[in-house]
């Protein structure tokens, strides 16, 4: 998603950064009826966000850490609108196209409050609400319900949409998706679901041990397969593999399948190389657009070069993918992501051995899933003799997926006791 800045106080370089892509977002958008967000008016606490144009409804939710306020405009295009700020507790507003048809506006609180008295004018072309101061806990409360949903009115809804153009273009035929693979574990759709992605596969073997010949695509294979059968075992969770057998995915199939099934959590499996053998331990890897170090770097070079076969990207980058690190959906998973690193180390140190650098941060493509908390789980090194023995071994793999299974487990009891902590706040 694309982001432009309106608050009033924002530096000349984030205009800057983000001029480009509002731009951009206006040269794409369809020239039908959708409105044209045109302002942001802010009154004490009360707030109207006007259109140009009318649109078809609204939703609104609420997040935490900071505290915002986002707002989906369905039938709705980002354009350079003006914030009037006012006395309340808006600190700035921001704006971004969601998709074609989506336009999302996010507001920041100063101070915790929820959304009231929310409508739409009869022509569609404003959205009014009051803001309601809370406390904090109210607040994490109201977080935890979700979205509310406000629609045009019935009348306007109803009446046809002036017809500025039509255009004729042949249809193609359907084209084949990727299949999903199978849920497994708990039968109850409301448990969290986990999907464990074997790295490499397929004509990619990954990193190879020059000694022993042990491959990257088999050992992490076993090790996938280890933790979903550890998590089945429990019965709390779901669980789906990206693959579960010698197949190759490229880059954007792997997190796509965990977005597609609405996974709650990513976990890609790999195993490491170095020229030094010695090298040795496990590392957990998180998104970031700049490399916490030189080794986190030179491995992102090397995993997002595994959709390049002689020369020809199969994987391709959209325009999604290339702006993900700046949307606000994506810097709540990678927050959430870090958190899981931290608490992956602690839980399955007593089963794996762990670098003592054991979180890095790098721009790897496969962890670039928007809206799902994703890591990269490098094992091991393979091109270490110690390393090698263990991650290619039954017990190796058993005590690798016990350590995984602990951190998820504690990951979403945490998430449950949060939820249920707030529930009558």
Known sequence: MKFGWTANVQALHKRRM??????????????????????????????????????????????????RIALDIDGAQMRRAQFTPGQGNISAVRQGQLSG???????????????????????????????????????RSEVGRGRTR????????????????????????????????????AHDGSRPLIVID????????GAINKENGKREKDVTLAIAQAIRDQLVKGGWVRVA?????????VLQERYGIARKMGADLFISIHADAAENTEAHGATVYTLSETASDREAARLAARENKADIINGVNLGGQSGDVSSILIDLTQRESMNISANFARLLQR???????????????????????????????????????????????????????????????VHFARKLAMRDGTAGG
């Open 241 to 249: 593999l990206t693959r579960d057998d010698d197949k190759f995915l």
């Open 101 to 139: 048809g989506t336009a999302r506006v996010v507001l920041d609180l100063a101070s915790p409050a929820t959304l009231g008295d929310a409508q739409m004018a009869p022509d569609g072309k404003s959205l009014s609400f009051s803001l309601r101061d809370v406390t904090d806990q109210r607040f």
């Open 198 to 205: 074997a790295g490499h596969g397929g004509h990619d073997p």
């Open 347 to 409: 839980e399955a140190a007593p089963y794996v051995p762990f670098r003592s650098a054991y979180h890095r941060f790098a721009s790897l493509m496969v962890l670039k899933a928007p809206d799902t908390p994703s890591i990269l789980f490098e094992t091991g090194y393979i091109s270490n003799a110690d390393d090698s023995a263990f991650l290619s071994s039954r017990e190796g793999q058993g005590k690798i997926a016990r350590g995984v299974a602990r951190a998820i487990e």
């Open 150 to 185: 406000f629609d045009a009115p019935a009348d306007m809804a109803a009446r046809p949409q002036k017809r500025i153009h039509s255009i004729t273009v042949p249809i193609p035929a359907a084209a084949r998706g990727l299949s999903l693979p199978p849920v497994e574990g």
């Open 18 to 67: 983000f001029q480009g892509l509002a731009l951009a977002g206006m040269i794409i958008a369809a020239p039908g009826s959708a409105g044209g967000i045109s302002g942001v008016d802010v009154r004490d606490n009360h707030v109207v966000v006007r259109f140009d144009d009318r649109v078809n409804g609204a939703s609104a939710f609420l997040l935490d850490s900071p505290r």
